[in-house]
């Protein structure tokens, strides 16, 4: 196997990491431990609810790739706002976030569950796409590359936006400055690029266009807020 899977199996790693992250972690809570220290067993238990939070957002990335819609997400996992948590996954290339390669972490994957469930062999790898149907990572390779010249270009407009914001609350009164001030003018064509790279990337990745389409409208409203009233949007 190649070192980067598909996306629904990198996703899917990513889902059963931190499921064992957080399997271990609750584990170390089973004991009952003689006089801890006082705020101890909150304290872990703080730990363990915001592991189940990142679980619950692995869970909802992986049912996105797998072609859940966000109306369905919502139903099931209530009605909050994952577009976020969409977008990062995409914008960090759609790999899981453990820092080992896909093949890497499906075998100390499958090696954990056969420690608890001796007998079982590659519970986790024999499930992977790219072990079902092969040729799907490298199909999934020429789609990864295919946009990867507009996520470059993303990240570039994200750090220039982030550039004219700067320069804009540097001002020493922004009140004074009016719809043409330079400052001004370069955070409109910031957020009027972002939002054209956003339309660009609805159409080149079809799987995530309602984020994609809700980040151009988003930076669509910004430019025009700017261009109409200046710094004082």
Known sequence: MPDVLPPRDEARLDLSSRARMLAERAAD??????????????????????????????????????????????QFAGNLHWDGVVLAWVEDGRRNRSGMPGPELAGS????????????????????DAIRFPGTAQYEAHQRARVAEL???LAAAVQERAEAWDDLNALADPGDAGTDHPVNVR?????????????????AEPAFAHEYQSQAATFTGAADRFADHGPNA
């Open 151 to 153: 996520h470059t270009d």
């Open 29 to 74: 809570l089973v004991p009952v431990v003689v006089d801890p220290k006082p705020g101890d067993l909150i304290a872990q238990a703080v730990q363990l609810q915001a592991l189940a939070g990142e679980l619950l957002e692995s869970a909802v990335v992986a049912e996105r790739e797998r072609g859940l819609s966000t109306d369905q997400i919502a």
């Open 109 to 128: 994957l499958d090696e954990w569950v056969a420690r608890q469930d001796p007998g079982t062999s590659r519970a986790v790898t024999d499930g992977l």
């Open 187 to 203: 955070v409109v064509d910031a957020c009027r690029n972002l939002a054209s790279i956003y339309r660009d990337l609805a159409l």
